[in-house]
């Protein structure tokens, strides 16, 4: 590793420092194919820039209830072992926000029904018997046929 990379690159106690996770969950991301690490000639991980953004994406999107294979899928499109170029990050990022337009869709129906029937067939609730009358939903499918499509 050059003098030059090496003055660029941080620690994992920097990182940590700046993204606020723990050095312990820096390196499991890392084992998870999230993050990349170089080596110094003592053998100490050394981040790019670019990895806080990273971390960042993936604590973020964790938050929101992302799993990690999600997360690895989107993060899979961008380069590894250097910064993503503005149009690499824009080009993720466009993709993934059609993934959560999909999920804030998904999770505004079930804020509007959710206190209601939701056509799960349990009927438990009054107002199924206005919503649903003897389980019509079931005709759709299995499961909350209200929430899963809503349309139909």
Known sequence: MSDEVSRELLSIGQVAERTGLATSAIRFYEEQGLVFSLRNGAGHRRFRRAAIRRLSFVLTAQRLGYKLDEIREQLDTLPAETAPTDV?????????????????????????????CIGCGCLSLERCGIWNIDDHAAQRGSGPRFLIDPDS
Do not use: N
């Open 88 to 116: 690499q990050w824009a080009a993720m990022a466009r993709r993934f926000s059609l993934e959560l337009d999909e999920r804030i869709a998904g999770l505004t129906v079930l804020r509007q029904k959710l206190e209601g």
